[in-house]
């Protein structure tokens, strides 16, 4: 496999070490020469000292035949500039982001980017399954699209309380999964009636979850108030 990695940095240093130790073949661009030299002299001369954002340098690394490009720099415009570049100039059939600010995610999607990877949501995800939150817990995302793996811990102030699954309104694009209970994970029928401690687990699209939030959670400041 071909994979042009586009940032040298931490992520994009070990990415591309990690590849050529796997037996892939890899071109890494760093646009800062002094960097480029120096991962050179460690890793070989698999690094082009240009810039990954400019469409010649990646046609210089060779995109018109990569089979993935991976835009892993510290700046979210530009690894969304080279991953629009990389899909639609030159027919990269998998194109990789890394997503520093969180809120970008959805703009990252509608544009086409294939995966997405947020350092900072993954901590954060890490931290709030460690942390009782009456928020909504982000799991994993599911496939190359915008739906992902959600759970919502159903407090006694949760207006889901005491009503089965098939009474809640759920947002559109949202679909209860399973529940967990007493630690077991169980199936959601229409007769399920949730109780305070349930964990529900949800597929849904980013942009419902104000809604779904409402559904399950409640009004924060109503919350607050109680």
């Known amino acids: 496999m071909f994979v042009i990695v586009v940032g040298g940095g931490k992520v994009g240093y070990y990415l591309t070490r990690e590849l050529i130790e796997a037996g892939h073949e890899v071109v890494l661009l760093e646009k800062t020469r002094a960097r ?68 970008n995610e959805l703009l990252f999607r509608h544009l086409g980017v294939d995966e997405i990877i947020s350092p900072t949501r993954m901590i954060l995800g890490a931290i709030e399954q460690d942390i009782p939150v009456h928020e909504l817990l982000h799991l994993a995302d599911l496939g190359s699209g915008d739906l992902e793996l959600i759970e919502a811990l159903l407090t006694e102030e949760s207006p889901a309380i005491g009503r089965t699954s098939g009474e809640l309104a759920m947002p559109e694009g949202c679909t209860l999964f399973a529940y967990i209970r007493d630690g077991k994970a169980l199936q959601v029928r229409p007769e399920t009636q949730f109780r305070g401690g349930d964990k529900v687990i949800v597929i849904g699209r980013r942009e419902c979850e104000d809604a779904l939030r409402g559904t399950l959670i409640g009004d924060e400041e109503e919350t607050a108030a109680i």
């Not at 979210?76 to 100039?89: G, R, S, T, W, Y």
């Open 36 to 103: 480029a030299v120096q991962i050179s002299d460690e890793i070989g001369s698999v690094v082009l000292a240009r810039d990954g954002s400019e469409g010649s340098a990646l046609a210089e690394a060779g995109a018109n035949r990569a089979d993935i490009v991976a835009a892993v720099t510290g700046d979210d415009e530009d690894n969304l500039v080279i991953c629009q570049m990389a899909k639609h100039h030159f027919s990269v059939k998998r194109t990789i982001a890394r997503v520093n600010n969180p809120k």
